[in-house]
């Protein structure tokens, strides 16, 4: 008499366990179809500048001037960016443009400072997500924005280059691109695709995403297996495999492409450095500097790039 009322309670847990693995299944089919690079998508969403929204130059303290573009395509794809240059312009000038952390382009004053006789233009990620969400909820919803801004910042730059070697006050022969950090796989997969860049920088950035990321886990999740789990879950969100500078960094050549690392750096193992400089193509150069990882650092992120502007006033 027991067995009777047992049988729909049996077909829900069946029900149930069903929808369980089928959803098991589309997960795990989802996340293999990441690991498959999409090296053809960047130049498949290349598109021409439709509008430009330009602020009113403002003058810095030192003598500069700045000002804030949203350069538009006609696809809808829009890119941030300030630029920094002197105040009084008789020539065309080489210009720099730098892809670091978030939001560097606004916050490009205060870690730049003064250009020098250089044009400096510092650029945003397309995100449009909250700055900090809040709660586990919010969370998970930032992840499709942020998964959209990773793989459409490299023709976000190209956008920008765009307008931007198209003022009077740029010279386009003289055009650097520089990777400080995060912007590292950025500037490798735009300096492979572009070649107006006459020579590429990546900065305290290496090979192996995948590795890079479960290392700076390894402060969080002390279990190997669950940091193993979750690096590689986070690799795969985040467009790992395409934005891989090591595929990228080879196809550089054969414009110059000079890494540099830091001895002290706890964010990224030099093995990963070294190994991304053994992937490059000739001309190369590795070049290693004192103190940690530039963590927008203004001091840090200054030194850098009094490096680049070394560079650019030898040739």
Known sequence: MN?????????????????????????????ALQAWPKHGYFEARRAPVATVEVEPPRTEVGGFISQAVRVRA??????????????????????VVLLGGHRTGRDAV?????????AVAALDY?????????????????IPAARRALLETPQAVLLALDWLTAQP????????????????????????????????????????????????????????????????????????????????APRIAPRPVIIIGAREDRRLPPHLVERLHAAAGEPKEL????????DRRPEAVRRLLELVRARLVEN
């Not at 809808?76 to 008789?90: K, N, S, Y």
């Not at 449009?128 to 586990?136: A, I, K, L, T, V």
Request: proline residues 8%; charged residues 20%.
């Open 3 to 31: 067995s009777v009322p047992k049988r729909p309670r049996l077909r829900c847990w069946r029900w149930i366990t069903g929808v369980f693995l089928m959803t098991l299944v589309a997960s795990g089919g989802w996340l």
């Open 74 to 95: 006609a696809n809808g794809l829009h890119v941030d960016l300030r630029v920094l240059r002197p105040a009084a312009v008789a020539v065309r000038l080489p210009l």
């Open 110 to 118: 205060d870690l730049l400072g003064a250009p020098g006789p250089f």
């Open 126 to 142: 397309p995100y449009d997500g909250p700055e900090r969400p809040r709660g586990w909820r919010q969370s998970l919803a930032t």
């Open 169 to 248: 006050w740029v010279d386009p022969s003289r055009v650097e691109l520089v990777g400080v950090s995060l912007g590292v796989p950025f500037a490798a997969v735009v300096g492979a695709l572009e070649p107006r860049f006459r020579r590429v920088w990546l900065i305290h950035g290496g090979a192996g995403n995948r590795e890079w990321i479960e290392h700076n886990l390894g402060t969080k999740v002390q279990s190997e297996l669950l940091r193993g789990i979750a690096g590689r879950l986070v690799y795969l969100l985040a467009h790992g495999p395409t934005l891989e500078a090591e595929y990228w």
């Open 287 to 294: 070049i290693w500097i004192d103190g940690g990882h530039v």
